[in-house]
């Protein structure tokens, strides 16, 4: 790839946190389903957030996590999406450009407040989220700066961004800058009832925009419709990589007439899984942007999930980039 | 003692805790004293905010983690604070309601923000606190609902009152109706520098208007400007029960003529000693208001203690009331 600034870009809901224990009958009660992502309003999050047990905030949105991730790791890394000029938004913003991420995208003066995700997480390490998008509907393509983009190896985006209204005008305008110089554009699936909501829009995307693709096995398989087996080899003939998780299973990577296999990360205890996806990305795309091959960037992915599982939240505690050191790669 | 409402009523700062992980040379660098709470202004709290690592937020406060934590218990429990009416007003309220806290003081509506305490983690899981009063400093005698301190058996205080400058007219009113009432008044010290900048008001407390005190090893003797056992020997005189922690020595109650020692509950990984003290305060009174000996008292603050260190933040992750009736007593 030619001489770049950053070796991944990332645009995506800027949400913070606010995860509290939970269990079934809580979940059954507030009607919930376990470990999907729902959008609501702003009366919804009241509502639920009064019923939630005491709780912690950290900064959290999908492609988010995986920038914070990549940063962490050692990569260099931006980060598009929007806050409001309060509180939370402050430390979303706080919480990235500590970990050495480019972020310099406006806050909102008014409107809606910075996005939270209501995360109940259950006994069982399940997460059950619950997204009110706030700031995130301000996202759009004025918000993209095409030097960023240009500059950075792989445009990374979540498929999170088609709930919000703009933001998939910023999305595709983020995309055709990446591929005029010659770049890479990732895609997260994020949630198979984000497919649902999404699909005819997300198999175009596959089909002409998206270079990496990452899923797990719901949401590839409800992208296509299909079983895991017959959505592999239907995603082979869309994107270059794809690149899909199998929780316990490890992860599968489809490039060309290439698949890697790798196992999962031995983990001691699983307690929250919250952002294991947007972690494993994370590893993915370093390893990628570092010239690693295909295995490599699995293993790597798995390990930075294995870190994530293992405490509460969605960014990272431990020092990714020692981590790895202690690995043999 | 007569019927009660509640069995403790807390007064504090409402604050609201930054969590991040940190190291002696960032310490070093930002001027800071290891294991010590630092007062520090709005500019300071942004300057040394933006040297941070990304962290998570989660409510605090001295005797608000101590009233979340004897509501955990199974404690019926009141607090008294003044947050803003922001997004960390919002959630330090709801934390403490989430628990089942009675918690009605109004939040200020416009001045300064919620406060923050700014703690870094070491690790040796030693947490250095600077804190922002923010909206603390309009707590003021008004704030006292008399009806709630007259219907508690204990009403519990922090040292850290002395600090914003109307909150001691709020506890010497609270520390009035409690008597008069037939109740009983609990301090904490909070802190050795809390101690060197009101010992003289403190000792006139201790002397006249306090019947339960806690402290550590540092506080008490900062108190006392002497040695440790001085120390006790002196506070003997001056309260009716005095509960003293000495970290992995576990704690010494003096009370009258007794003396009870009991040993540190055994904690497999110490993380961060956040909270350690106010959770030690929560078993205590707990066990007080529940009508258990001293010894039981001493080894429920241990067990909570020991609960509270285990983990990032200073409010229990754990349930306790489960933890306690695990253990045999």
Request: charged share 20%.
């Amino acid at each position: 790839m030619a001489d770049s600034t950053f070796d991944v870009a990332g645009i995506g809901n800027a949400i913070v946190d606010v995860l509290a224990h939970s269990d079934d009958a809580q979940l059954a009660a507030l009607g919930l389903s376990k470990g999907v992502m729902t959008l609501i309003d702003a009366a919804q999050a009241d509502a639920i957030y009064a019923k939630m047990a005491p709780g912690i905030e950290c900064s959290g949105g999908s492609v988010a996590n995986s920038i914070a991730g990549i940063a962490g790791l050692g990569g260099k890394a931006a980060y598009v999406g929007k806050v409001k000029d309060d509180q939370l938004g402050q430390v979303f913003r706080h919480d990235l450009r500590a970990q050495g991420v480019h972020f310099d995208t406006k806050a909102a003066i008014d409107g809606a407040s910075t996005a939270r995700c209501l995360v109940l997480v259950t006994p069982d390490a399940q997460r059950t989220m619950q997204t009110y998008l706030g700031a995130c509907i301000e996202l759009g393509p004025d918000d993209i700066d095409p030097s960023v983009i240009a500059a950075s190896q792989v445009t990374y985006l979540e498929g999170y961004l088609w709930d919000p209204p703009q933001a998939k005008a910023a999305f595709r305008k983020a995309a055709k800058i990446a591929h005029d110089a010659g770049r890479k554009v990732a895609l997260s699936l994020s949630d198979p009832f984000c497919v649902e909501r999404h699909r005819a829009e997300f198999l175009e995307l596959l089909a002409d925009h998206v270079d990496i693709v990452f899923a797990n096995e719901s949401e590839i398989s409800s992208l296509y419709q299909t079983d895991f087996d017959s959505a592999v080899r239907q995603v082979r003939g869309h994107c270059d990589i794809a690149a899909i998780t199998r929780s316990e299973l490890g992860s599968v990577v489809i490039s060309g007439d290439a698949v890697v296999v790798q196992g999962a990360e031995p983990v001691s205890a699983v307690i929250d899984t919250t952002g294991a996806g947007d972690l494993y990305a994370a590893g993915f795309l370093y390893g990628l942007t570092q010239g690693r091959d295909l295995g490599t960037c699995a293993r790597l992915g798995g390990l930075c999930a294995a870190e994530i599982i293992g405490h509460v939240g969605a960014r990272p505690e431990a020092n990714l980039a020692e981590l790895v050191a202690k690995t043999s790669f």
